[in-house]
């Protein structure tokens, strides 16, 4: 069965860096578009970096210029590198991946989630 691991989450200062990993396995063909988002306790999800299949990519306000959201085709996988890390951005991080399957049926996962803390 297809599915998208996430790993890269952690604990990180002020103005560390993280980068997340969400590797796709299974009978798939290839990734196309693939999106990050993340969830605060309390808060709702909200969308933080996308890119399409072709390549363009898109932030979040809070993130632009800081986040970069890149993708492996190769080895199926997608990534989000995150800089200049502030206690806001602490949150469960999750990747969505428009999946092309053997089949050539098109379908959307989900990683499993990964912890984020900034904190001194």
């Known amino acids: 069965q297809v599915q998208l691991v996430e790993s890269g989450g952690g604990l990180v200062q002020p103005g560390g860096s993280l980068r997340l990993s969400c590797a796709a396995s299974?009978?798939?063909?290839?990734?196309?578009?693939m999106r990050w988002y993340r969830q605060a306790p309390g808060k709702e999800r909200e969308l933080v970096a996308a890119?399409?299949?072709?390549?363009?990519?898109n932030y979040a306000d809070s993130v632009k210029g800081r986040f970069t959201i890149s993708r492996d085709n190769a080895k199926n996988t997608g990534y989000l590198q995150m800089n200049s890390l502030k206690p806001e951005d602490t949150a469960v991080y999750y990747c969505n991946a428009l999946i092309l399957l053997m089949t050539y049926q098109l379908r959307a996962y989900w990683g499993q989630g990964t912890q984020v803390t900034v904190s001194s």
């Open positions: 299974g009978s798939i063909s290839s990734i196309n578009a």
């Open positions: 890119i399409t299949i072709g390549g363009s990519t």
